[in-house]
C-alpha cells in the first residue's frame, strides 16, 4: 500500500503561483511513476502532468504546458507541482496519484485507471 497526502493548494489571483507537494508513504517511493490530475465542478478528472521514477522524463497537458513543471525528491518521497501563470479556469480539487511503472526509469503514465494509488484532493481556486 501507498498512502499520498497533498498539500499546498489555496486560493490565488489570476496570473499568481502555487506550489502543490505530495508525500508518499508505504513503500519505495522511488520505483513509483506519478501524477497529478484534477477535477473541477461538474467536470470529469484530467490529466495534468507526469514524471517517471527517475524523475528524467516529464509530460503536461497542452492546457498547461509552459506553466505548469512537476518535480519529485526520491529522498523525501515527495512530488511536487509548480503552477505559474495561474488562469480561473485551472480552478479545480488537484489529485496526487501513483503506480508502479515496473523497471523502465522514463516511463510515463498519463491515464488515470492505470495508477494504482490516489491522495485525497487538495483544492485550487484562481480568481479573476
Known amino acids: 500500500q501507498v498512502q499520498l497526502v497533498e498539500s499546498g493548494g489555496g486560493l490565488v489571483q489570476a496570473g499568481g503561483s502555487l506550489r502543490l507537494s505530495c508525500v508518499a508513504s508505504g513503500r519505495t517511493f522511488s520505483n513509483y511513476a506519478m501524477g497529478w490530475f484534477r477535477q473541477a465542478p461538474g467536470k470529469e478528472r484530467e490529466f495534468v502532468a507526469a514524471?517517471?521514477?527517475?524523475?528524467?522524463?516529464?509530460v503536461f497537458a497542452n492546457s498547461v504546458k509552459g506553466r505548469f513543471t512537476i518535480s519529485r525528491d526520491n529522498a523525501k518521497n515527495t512530488v511536487y507541482l509548480q503552477m505559474n501563470s495561474l488562469k480561473p479556469e485551472d480552478t479545480a480539487v488537484y489529485y496526487c496519484?501513483?503506480?508502479?511503472?515496473?523497471?523502465?526509469?522514463?516511463?510515463?503514465?498519463?491515464?488515470?485507471?492505470?495508477?494504482?494509488?490516489w491522495g485525497q484532493g487538495t483544492q485550487v481556486t484562481v480568481s479573476s
Open positions: 514524471i517517471s521514477w527517475s524523475g528524467g522524463s516529464t
Open positions: 496519484a501513483a503506480t508502479n511503472s515496473g523497471s523502465n526509469p522514463f516511463a510515463l503514465v498519463i491515464r488515470a485507471r492505470e495508477y494504482a494509488y
